[in-house]
């Protein structure tokens, strides 16, 4: 008995890991990945070595110039000098300041790159809020109403509901 109930658990187990993984690898992006490995705190130290590639990949795929000042980020060279890497800058300093620090010794693109990676937001209320509002015009009753007019619909009622 004791013998099944082991079993069954790591079949459990395992059932719930395949899941888990395959929801992270919907829900973690290499953009997510790039701002980690960019951190000036995380610098990506807890990323996989496969992780640190892709986010790099997406880098060398969105901002091909940024490549360079990710390996000199990597390799703490210049501009990037030693102690602005302390635990005493890094955890005073909010992460787009750091990188703004470093305004006119990087490319102004690389910084603009920067600004977007570390201020997007991490929420995915403002989409479900979205999903809401066709639940409220797209129901059973106007179940045949066509995509583009239910986006439309929806562009007026979140219009007429700001306040």
């Not at 390799?75 to 005493?88: G, H, L, R």
């Not at 490319?107 to 920067?114: G, V």
Request: charged share 20%; with cysteine; proline share 5%.
């Amino acid at each position: 008995m004791l013998l099944v109930f082991s079993l069954h658990s790591i079949v459990i187990t395992w059932v719930f890991m395949t899941k888990f993984n395959a929801r992270y690898k919907q829900a973690i992006t290499p953009a997510h990945l790039l701002p980690n490995l960019l951190h000036p705190t995380l610098q990506g130290k807890k990323l996989k070595s496969v992780e640190k590639e892709e986010a790099v990949q997406y880098a060398s795929d969105t901002w091909p110039s940024m490549v360079p000042t990710i390996i000199k980020f990597q390799a703490k060279t210049s501009p990037f000098q030693a102690c602005k890497f302390t635990d005493e800058v890094t955890k005073d300093v909010e992460p787009l300041a750091w990188w703004q620090s470093h305004a006119g010794m990087i490319p102004d693109e690389n910084l603009a790159a920067m600004k977007q990676l570390l201020s997007a937001v991490a929420a995915s209320s403002g989409v479900e809020r979205v999903f809401s509002s066709y639940g409220l015009v797209q129901s059973k009753l106007r179940n045949r109403l066509g995509t583009d007019k239910a986006a439309k619909l929806v562009f007026l009622y979140k219009a007429l509901n700001m306040n």
